[in-house]
């Protein structure tokens, strides 16, 4: 179901309130963080981590481009040395710590202006371009999908307090950044403007992890204008990246990409804190491989199959031949949560991209009968670790799988009373 189009005169002002309140709040945040996140603290003394958390190596990876060295981004020696260098970065850390270069060579070339900037002002920079997402969210949500302020409002306050949207602006994380390409698809899919999705979604060839499963729920729902546009826009930035990086780096980044077990090796990227379906079966099998993989094929199998029933794929649609079904909000949830669950290592704060359920679904007009899910996903996510550290299980894809089986269960009813197809 389509919200109805609000008169231009009353959505204006609507607008406008709801971005001013987002962008007084993003000022907030910003003050927040830099005062007493102690990744944006200034220190004199040698630090415990680095200032700027994940942003450090991103700034590395810039300054290697704008230098002319970008077939080194990969280069573990190269990279290590340049975190490490004191008279570089204006810090000294633990040399046992380092940040791995995960990125593709594209986002490095976009990143590369921010590397010409002394790195303490940068960090402060990139904060402030992170905390931007808030006041863009609140202009899609109510410019792109006619949501009411207060809505839009309450929607991005209660993003500011999910505890994945705040981790990843301490860790100076861009999970903000990709939930606003994700709704900005969602708006332009909701609009019938599916080619355009596709070519926005084409960004995030920047954070691969995010791709595979929503490429697949496309091509299961035959929206082919998506999948080629998607694809086009990803080669086109691949090609243009290649003006300032060279194909080496391409070839050393699938490297990368093929050795992520290696990855989950880096410190602070333990797979015991990961919060996917691979999390939650890797602490029942413990160091047994052959029955992990076992358990993961076959979880992995009930979990496609949850999504095809939540998103209704295979069944007969209504819609006449010269129409195209809409992608309600059931296919959102199914593929956001598929996206998490399935995901080879999806830590905490990658959790933002839940953020997007509460707005798909206040689009269909249901945001009331969700909310009991939307608080089991605030609460997990906020006492995963320790229930972790305490129980030995993740407690967030336990509820994730609960809240995908709820939503593709057999019978065509969403909630008592609300039909499926409303």
């Not at 260098?85 to 040399?95: I, K, M, R, S, Y």
């Not at 409002?153 to 999910?162: D, H, P, T």
């Not at 290649?242 to 080496?248: A, D, H, K, N, R």
Request: glycine share 8%; aromatic share 10%.
């Amino acid at each position: 179901m389509t919200a109805p189009t609000q008169p231009a005169a009353n959505r204006a002002p609507s607008t406008g309130r709801a971005v001013g309140a987002a962008t007084l709040l993003a000022i907030v945040v910003v003050c927040l963080i830099a005062a007493t996140a102690n990744n944006f603290r200034c220190e004199t003394e040698p630090r415990k981590s680095a200032l700027g958390g994940d942003f450090l190596q991103e700034w590395i990876g810039g300054r290697l481009v704008a230098r002319g060295d970008a077939d080194l981004l990969y280069d573990p020696a190269t990279t290590d040395q340049m975190q490490h260098d004191a008279a570089l970065v204006g810090f000294e850390w633990p040399e046992s710590e380092y940040y791995p270069m995960v990125y593709p060579p594209a986002w490095y070339a976009t990143i590369s202006p921010l590397s010409r900037i002394e790195y303490t002002s940068a960090c402060y920079v990139w904060l402030a371009l992170l905390a931007t997402s808030l006041p863009v969210l609140a202009w899609l949500m109510s410019r792109g999908l006619q949501l009411q302020a207060g809505q839009v409002v309450a929607i991005v306050i209660g993003l500011v307090l999910f505890p994945p949207a705040m981790q990843s602006l301490v860790m100076g994380q861009k999970s903000l950044l990709w939930l606003g390409v994700w709704v900005g698809v969602f708006a332009l899919c909701r609009s019938g403007r599916e080619g355009w999705a596709g070519t926005l979604f084409g960004l995030m060839l920047m954070k691969p992890i995010l791709v595979p499963v929503m490429i697949g729920m496309m091509i299961a729902r035959r929206r082919w204008s998506f999948v080629f546009a998607a694809a086009g826009s990803a080669a086109t930035i691949a090609a243009a990246s290649l003006l300032f990086v060279p194909v080496s780096s391409w070839i050393d980044y699938v490297g990368v990409v093929a050795g992520v077990g290696t990855y989950h090796q880096t410190a602070g990227y333990s797979a015991d804190l990961a919060q996917n379906l691979g999390a939650l079966l890797l602490t029942a099998t413990g160091p047994h491989r052959a029955v992990y993989w076992g358990l993961f094929a076959a979880g992995a199998a009930i979990v496609i199959v949850l999504m095809g029933r939540a998103a209704r794929i295979g069944e007969p649609q209504t819609d006449s031949p010269q129409s195209v079904s809409p992608l309600d909000d059931r296919f959102w949830i199914a593929t956001v949560l598929g996206t998490i669950l399935l995901s080879p290592h999806y830590f905490a704060y990658d959790l933002t991209l839940l953020g997007l359920l509460p707005i798909a679904i206040a689009c269909q007009g249901r945001l009331s009968e969700a909310m009991p899910w939307i608080v089991a996903c605030f609460v997990a996510t906020a006492v995963n670790d320790s229930i972790v550290q305490t129980l030995g299980f993740p407690p967030t894809p336990v509820v994730l799988l609960a809240m995908l089986a709820w939503y593709g269960r057999p019978p065509m009813t969403l909630v008592a009373g609300c039909p499926a197809g409303r």
